[in-house]
């Protein structure tokens, strides 16, 4: 796993850099959302527009691999919500994966030379890097005919919003400490933890199924921040082996071990960090962190009501004549 301008990021062939590369978001992303001249702030604060995002890719990676993943993705999600539920979830795991190598090689890069130096550099991040290094190997099914047996390399969901109340048609967001990652195109948003061998899905799956409706954005934040605290208190970092090629196979088989079976899968859930989780994700609404602790046992909720039913909630905040 080697990175920079000259060598392309799937199989390290040299590239010709400005010449060899493909985009972070797709050119089709960047087309529907007008994103080409828009703006990333990186983490040492410096900017970079969208179409300056860039990965180094030899042609054949291009044609044959990156771009026929793009075609697909951009096919499903012309149908919505329903097409990128319809999509497998190695095809998501390769497409987020994609995005969240583009953006995260952006700042290491960037970090060789700072604007300003972060407080937490990510190349100082011993646990950010293993969680990186383990991502590669399975991320190397964008190239090569890998099947993982019996597991997802990541926790991918797919949420749809509810249009009454929503006015973001693109967005994204990350947290590269962790590898998650989200992103959102018109009512469908799709967030994950890209190396946790569906670990969160499983924890999360009666909120997830709970979850399977259009939801008011103050109600898709809080799902985010459940994920991403979740991804912040994982504690284990998966192990990936290539099975021995069988004489006429076709496909590689992929096998997985958590090997660290004596310390616990999660660190301890704490409400008063996972209220910090919160309160991020609900900057755009601006609730205090006060309310959002009012319960130091039951931090704020919207997806469920204080005896833990689904909440339906159409307008946020309420309207007084509700
Ligand atoms: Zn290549």
Known sequence: MRFGARQCFLCGTPTTPGVDAVPVFGEWLMN???????????LDLSIVAYKDLQIACCPRCRTQHVEPLEAQVQAAASQGVTGLRNLDD????????????GVLVTELLNELEPLAVPQYPLAENAKMLRRFQAFFQPFQALRVPVEFDDFTPASVFVLEVDPAQDDMPFEYDDDLSTLAFSIKLDNAVVTACLVDNGIIRQAMR????????????????????RVYYAAYILNVVPDYYLRPLQPGATQLVMDTVIDDVTGDIFNPWENAAYGQSLLEMWKRWQIPLEDIMHDPEQPLSFLYTADGEPLQLTHYPATDNA
């Open 32 to 42: 529907r959302y007008h994103l080409h001249e828009r703006q990333i702030k990186l």
């Open 90 to 101: 190695k095809t998501l795991f390769l497409w987020l994966g994609k995005m969240m190598y």
């Open 206 to 225: 009666r909120v997830y199924q709970d979850a399977q409706r259009p939801l008011h954005p103050v109600q898709v934040a809080e799902f985010k921040a």
